[in-house]
């Protein structure tokens, strides 16, 4: 086990707010961790950092960041919208200098960092080999963090962004409704698209729950953080696109059979021959409820709608969605009670 390292003196995360008076914006949903015990159990989370290369995303006045930084990384990279904390982030950067040890700080919006090339090559490991000695933690707000995770789950599918390093692990937070949405299992009713896709190319770990009340400001909800585990084989042979496209279809319509969803894959005419096609090449019954379907058989869907656009190929051009807007909103009902007599 490793020794944990002694940092030079600092103030308390609680101090360090009201001695730069900075409180947490609430249209960047900013909800801080004041506990040092809370930030210490995330970080042990996270995997094994003595050595390693780790990305912080969202520091905010520290709390994670001094927790990992207590751990020895060989380099520690934050990513920091807020430039209220440029004080704070120094001063932290300055504290792990003097032990000899390296920090850096960019002062972006994580949707917009190219995260390429971030870290030395030679801490790369083949695909299906063991983990790289990387890993990325974050206290997310909660208005980035589900477009920020559908973002990097489609770098893993492609194995770009952090993940040319191989198998980089996650270990974020999220809402406890969207955590537990991650790490569904069919017949959840939890279980939604974002359960597929996540399940398609990781593992996702909801490690604990954190109560509301251990964030300043309280959130109205309690928080679960989850680890991400990249799978060496993918659930999923096909493409990220095609993939979550039809995943969004069969979910449109998640209280009803999961053909309903499948039909807007198609021309209104063409809903019900095409739909029962694809559901007999996918050797599934039509009546199936979304949140029943396993990645496997949500595979085997996809397989068949690619077969159906080789056979016809104008259906490729064929979106639902801009089907509707042409129609216009005055026709859209009597669209939909048509729908409903096709399928």
């Given at each position: 086990?490793?020794?944990?390292?002694?940092?030079?003196?600092?103030?308390?995360?609680?101090?360090?707010?009201?001695?730069?008076?900075?409180?947490?914006?609430?249209?960047l949903s900013q909800n801080f961790i004041l506990d040092e015990k809370l930030s210490n159990k995330i970080v042990k989370k996270a995997g094994y950092l003595p050595g390693s290369y780790v990305l912080e995303v969202g520091p905010g006045?520290?709390?994670?960041?001094?927790?990992?930084?207590?751990h020895s990384p060989e380099k520690l990279i934050v990513i920091e919208k807020d430039t209220r904390f440029k004080p704070v982030l120094e001063m932290l950067t300055d504290a792990y200098a003097a032990v000899n040890g390296k920090m850096d700080v960019i002062y972006d919006d994580i949707m917009k960092v190219d995260l390429t090339n971030l870290f030395p090559e030679s801490v790369a490991n083949a695909w299906d080999g063991a983990a790289p000695k990387i890993y990325i933690i974050g206290n997310l707000p909660f208005n980035v963090s589900t477009p920020l995770i559908i973002k990097w789950i489609q770098a893993i599918s492609e194995k770009k962004s952090l993940w040319m390093y191989g198998r980089t692990r996650m270990t974020l937070t999220f809402q406890k409704e969207v955590a537990e949405r991650l790490?569904?299992?069919?017949?959840?009713?939890?279980?939604?698209?974002?359960?597929?896709?996540?399940?398609?190319?990781?593992q996702p770990i909801l490690r604990f729950i954190i109560p509301g009340s251990a964030f300043l400001p309280k959130p109205q909800v309690d928080v679960g953080v989850v680890t991400f585990v990249p799978l060496v084989t993918p659930r999923t042979k096909h493409e990220h696109d095609i993939f979550t496209k039809v995943t969004r279809h069969i979910f449109s319509f998640r209280q009803k059979h999961s053909v309903k969803g499948i039909g807007t894959l198609f021309p209104l005419e063409r809903r019900k021959e095409l739909g029962e096609i694809m559901y007999k090449l996918a050797d599934l019954n039509p009546k199936i409820r979304p949140m029943q379907?396993?990645?496997?058989?949500?595979?085997?869907?996809?397989?068949?709608y690619k077969y159906l656009l080789e056979k016809h190929p104008e259906l490729k051009l064929y979106e639902y969605r801009a089907s509707r807007r042409i129609l216009g909103l005055s026709k859209i009902k009597d669209v939909e009670l048509m729908e409903s007599e096709t399928l």
């Open positions: 086990m490793s020794r944990v390292l002694r940092l030079p003196p600092l103030p308390t995360i609680r101090d360090i707010l009201k001695l730069y008076n900075v409180s947490a914006m609430k249209r006045p520290g709390a994670l960041t001094r927790s990992i930084l207590r790490v569904a299992e069919p017949l959840n009713h939890q279980r939604c698209r974002l359960s597929i896709v996540a399940q398609a190319w990781t379907l396993t990645v496997e058989e949500i595979d085997r869907l996809v397989s068949a």
